[in-house]
């Protein structure tokens, strides 16, 4: 197994240390003006992002992103006034006009949802309300309560004409398990366009590439680790790819001794209990790696290995269970440390 040294900062969970420090220095010093990074750091989509460009065109290529990164929080929350998806949510059963961007994101996310067996559901948003996570007064709602909203948690509900969506009454969308990997993926597109080659951004816990460091080596993006957050689990090396984990320990609460996260079941409209604390995706599209990386988590590491097996879509992922097991698939296993290199692991074979 490869050894990787990790100097990383823990705000992000990319890391930018490479192997001996002794050679660090003298690529740092090596660098010319156009290997320089220009970063800026943005709070959107409920989360901090940081985004950075290397080469010429760096600078416009993020100032650009910033303002993508904002146009598509307004298009595509749930509590953006001006958004297609607010529109949605309040129309009550009328058709609604939408952006054919917004419709496309729908119709990616009904399709995930299909893929995933339903574990991926863009219409859990009542369920979120009912616990809970929109308004950050939580709750722990009765079974009764939970099964009159079930029956609103449907994809079917969703019907998506030319440029207008109907939502039966009652339905809401949530795109929140796959915006910041569209968002991501997007980014990447005004890098393209913008002439960048090399860069990343990294958005809460979902980190994407363009190309290789400016020095041509792999990216190296840190696991959190999902027990201690100030700690890394693993390391995966990547370019030109996106690396996006789901975990029960990016949004909680605690009630009566025990503990309630986002990423609802929507089989039982609970919190997942798959034995999953965490589930890392790693694939080229943003907005595939995201919805996977929820719909595995509510699949657990059994399901989803059987899910990953099938080939429906090109990605690799590595999980962490409750008991603090890592598992990985076999695709990535060359591009995968432990960052306590004595740590065990499982490699998932096809
Ligand atoms: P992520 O961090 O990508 O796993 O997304 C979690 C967010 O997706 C939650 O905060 C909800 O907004 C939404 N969500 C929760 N459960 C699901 C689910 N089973 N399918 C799709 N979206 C979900
Ligand atoms: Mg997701």
Wanted: glycine share 8%; aromatic share 8%; with cysteine.
């Amino acid at each position: 197994m490869k050894k990787f040294f990790t100097a990383f900062a823990i705000l992000g969970i990319l890391l930018t240390g490479c192997g001996n420090s002794a050679q660090n220095k003298t690529a740092a010093i090596s660098q010319t003006d156009a290997e320089q990074p220009y970063s800026e750091d943005i709070f959107a989509m409920d989360t901090f992002m940081t985004i950075t460009a290397y080469g010429d065109g760096n600078e416009a290529a993020v100032k650009e992103s910033v303002s993508e990164i904002e146009r598509l929080d307004a298009l595509l929350s749930i509590s953006s006034e001006t958004g297609d998806i607010k529109a949605l949510n309040q129309s009550k059963g009328a058709s609604v006009e939408i952006s054919e961007e917004t419709a496309n994101l729908i119709k990616r996310a009904i399709d995930i949802g299909e893929k995933t067996d339903g574990n991926f559901n863009c219409t859990v948003l009542p369920l979120m309300e009912l616990w809970g996570f929109t308004t950050q007064v939580y709750q722990v709602p009765t079974e009764n309560e939970i099964s009159e909203v079930l029956a609103k948690i449907n994809p079917d509900n969703i019907k998506m004409e030319e440029n207008k969506a109907v939502l039966a009454d009652g339905v809401s969308l949530d795109l929140g398990g796959i915006a910041k990997g569209y968002a991501s993926s997007r980014i990447m597109e005004v890098f393209q366009e913008n002439g960048v080659v090399s860069g990343m951004v990294s958005l809460g816990g979902n980190v994407h590439t363009i190309g290789t460091k400016p020095d041509g080596k792999p990216w190296r993006i840190a696991i959190q680790d999902p027990f201690n957050l100030e700690e890394v689990t693993a390391v995966v090396e990547v370019d030109d790819k996106a690396v996006i984990t789901s975990g029960g320990y990016q949004r909680f609460f605690e009630q009566d001794g025990k503990t309630y996260h986002h990423i609802i079941d929507p089989a039982t409209g609970y919190p997942a209990q798959s034995g999953l604390a965490s589930c890392t995706i790693i694939a080229k599209d943003g907005t595939l790696a995201d919805g996977l990386s929820t719909a595995l988590f509510v699949m657990g590491v059994e399901k989803a290995s059987e899910f990953w097996k099938t080939h429906t879509y090109d990605f690799d992922a590595v999980f962490i269970t409750e008991n603090n097991e890592v598992y990985i698939t076999e695709g990535i296993a060359d591009d995968f440390a432990m960052q306590d290199d004595t740590a065990d692991y499982t490699i998932i074979f096809n």
